[in-house]
């Protein structure tokens, strides 16, 4: 990417910045404090600076006079770098404008994203077979079961095959209408000890199918499910989509949804509610892609157990009664259809193994994909989400635990908590005299509420300029209106009802910092404890994997700062994105690294919390910004 050096003045920061890059992103970038009150949507006109040396593309300014224009003035959410330019920001109505630089520097830290370090082959767990068979005669009178059996064999080399009795009601007229010209859909089996694969027969349709053979890879997270279609053949993503999970409806946590299902008909409700985001998903790929429906071979979903449980119709009752017992962990293949999933009559399901009740094939499916089972760094993997995962251990051993964060950092349970999704407020930088907020949303569209990442960014900032005191609760002696007294306590205006796109003000409250506050503390606790049981100490780790809806997005010093991440050098954090369903796309590619993760299920150790007494002593030391023991953040500098 050409680069381009964007001088700010009157302070004289200069600031490098990608050629086609938003002006205001550039200021985000070098901490300039330029009000952005609608986050960069070009409806409240407030971000106007002026170019004095050098141009800039500019997109929309209907909100600046001619005059104004004339000499050289832009909206910088609309404006876009071409080469190197100087920028005057207006000091009207502004306190100081710039934060220090090293600390606009950590602002920007993210953990470096990272690739799986394996290499799926394409050699599916399904395959498709476009067959010619004999017609019979008087001289070849097999049953026509048993002519697909050897054509299959001598044709296309492929034995031995099994069929339900289901299927094979379905050959004969199929046959015969397509003049023995049919399309075979085997699911690939392999078990112990048998050295050849078994291709069991899931439907003989007729005809030849037109275009590649697809299968469906799919996170069914807690608070959103996750879709991808996958091309066979190439081993490329067609398309993408997610939803957020309708069962939340009947609950935030999976907690709440087990109470649920018990309920008379909540199991099935639940059921269909989860199928229902599902086909949502399904009817959406393929709409992007062009893919027919009929081409569809399998889907792989990945999901905590609870989830798993709830979307096959498994009692979960036991799941949150001691011993904490699943129904099964290690399922067979499911007919898609007795799901009341819309693919084909041939499609079949395959979840990813669990480890135990509140470890599910979410995570197995995000340690197969980021290859710490074999590796001799020792890792800490977190999965922040609703149910949230963590993992520590290398090639020698793995230990796991579940701790139960809520949906704080999805978004969830907040007020004005929303996805990361367009007009979600993801970047916000806070002036350090006026307290006035500068916004960034996705997408640049009018406000509509503010995603995980950026929570974590707002409330680290607050804590720095001493808005927000470390027990969560705000500062009322600022002479700011931008606390204030709220329905449920204070509050800090994010943005105006007239600069957002929801027709209201949107807040963070005490309440929402509070489920925040509990959320971190579930995390911190959850990892303190694994460390403590694998004997090693959190500085000992030569790496922190991050995954999750938000993980790429996540900034690290703000993790940091409000103890949501350990303290340690910012160089071993790494980001693999949403892992769950990385792990099943690599699963749907390559029947061996299913195979593998169903090893990873076995090979992982589970622990407890809620069995375990030091966790509620850790989580409650973390119910404090960033933590009541300070020496476990010495980076970690809060204003005065």
């Known amino acids: 990417m050409e680069k381009a050096q964007v001088r700010f003045i009157p302070d004289d920061v200069t600031v490098e910045a990608d050629k086609g890059q938003l002006l205001l992103d550039v200021a985000l970038d070098g901490g300039i404090f330029i009000r952005a009150a609608c986050g960069g949507a070009g409806a409240c006109g407030q971000c106007k600076v002026r170019i004095v040396e050098g141009s800039v593309e500019r997109l929309k300014d209907d909100k600046l006079d001619p005059q104004a224009k004339a000499v050289g003035y832009v909206l910088a959410c ?120 078994v291709y069991r027969l899931c439907d003989v349709s007729r005809g030849h199918a037109q275009g590649p053979p697809t299968a469906l890879a799919v996170d069914i997270g807690t608070t959103t499910l996750w879709g991808e279609l996958i091309n066979l053949d190439t081993g490329k993503v067609l398309a993408r989509a997610s939803r957020y999970n309708p069962q939340i409806a009947m609950g935030d946590d999976v907690i709440s949804r087990i109470v649920y299902a018990l309920k008379k008909d909540g199991l099935d409700r639940l059921q269909k509610e989860v199928v229902t985001g599902l086909n949502e998903i399904i009817d959406e790929v393929l709409l992007k892609s062009g893919q027919p429906r009929e081409n569809i071979i399998f889907m792989i979903a990945a999901g905590n157990t609870v989830m798993t449980h709830l979307f096959l119709g498994l009692n979960p009752r036991y799941l949150r009664q001691s011993p904490y017992v699943p129904v099964a962990q290690h399922i067979q293949p499911v007919p898609a259809h007795t799901l009341g999933l819309n693919m084909p009559r041939h499609g079949f399901v395959r979840v990813m193994p669990g480890v135990a009740s509140y470890v599910g094939g979410d995570i197995v499916s995000g340690v197969l994909a980021n290859g710490m089972w074999d590796s001799d760094e020792m890792t800490l993997f977190i999965d922040i989400g609703t149910n949230g995962e963590i993992v520590v251990g290398n090639r020698d051993m793995l230990m796991t635990a579940s701790c139960s964060a809520g949906p704080a950092f999805e978004g969830g349970g907040l007020e004005y908590g929303m996805r990361a999704s367009p007009g979600a407020i993801e970047e916000i930088l806070i002036d350090p005299e006026t307290y006035e907020p500068m916004i960034k949303t996705m997408d640049t569209r009018p406000a509509l509420g503010i995603c995980g990442s950026g929570i974590i960014n707002i409330i680290s900032q607050m804590l720095k300029l001493r808005i927000l005191g470390p027990n ?76 999750g809806a938000f993980g790429s997005f996540i900034n690290l010093d703000h993790a940091v700062t409000i103890g949501l991440l350990p303290d340690l050098p910012r160089d071993k954090f790494r980001f693999i994105g949403n892992s769950s369903l990385l792990g099943a796309r690599l699963a749907v590619l390559d029947k061996s690294l299913y195979q593998r993760a169903e090893s990873v299920a076995r090979s992982l150790t589970n622990v407890e919390l809620s069995e375990d007494h030091s966790y509620m002593d850790n989580f409650m030391a973390a119910l404090f910004f960033p933590h009541t023991r300070a020496e476990l953040f010495p980076s970690v500098k809060l204003g005065s």
């Not at 050897?150 to 015969?176: F, G, M, Y």
């Not at 959320?519 to 959190?538: E, P």
């Open 78 to 197: 609309q404006a876009r770098v071409l080469g190197d330019i100087t920028v005057e920001v207006p000091e009207a109505k502004l306190g100081r404008k710039v934060i220090p630089r090293d600390e606009a520097v950590r602002m920007r830290q993210t953990a470096q994203p990272m690739e799986s370090p394996l290499v799926a082959e394409i050699n599916p767990l399904a395959v498709r077979v476009l067959m010619e068979a004999a017609a019979p005669s008087p001289f070849d009178n097999v049953s026509d079961y048993e002519r697909i059996v050897r054509t299959l064999k001598v044709s296309h080399e492929i034995e031995p095959v099994v069929a339900s009795l289901d299927v094979i009601k379905q050959i004969p007229n199929n046959a015969r209408e397509a003049d023995w010209k049919l399309t075979a859909y085997m699911c690939v089996d392999d078990y112990p000890g048998i050295e050849k694969s």
């Open 472 to 547: 969560g609760k705000y500062r009322t002696d600022l002479g700011t209106d931008r606390v204030r007294g709220g329905r449920s306590g204070y509050e800090y205006v994010i943005a105006r009802a007239s600069d957002g796109g929801i027709g209201e003000d949107i807040v963070l409250t005490e309440v929402d910092l509070d489920n925040i506050t509990r959320a971190k503390a579930a995390m911190f606790s959850g990892y303190t404890c694994l460390l403590s049981k694998i004997g090693v100490d959190v500085q000992a780790l030569d790496r922190v994997i991050i995954a």
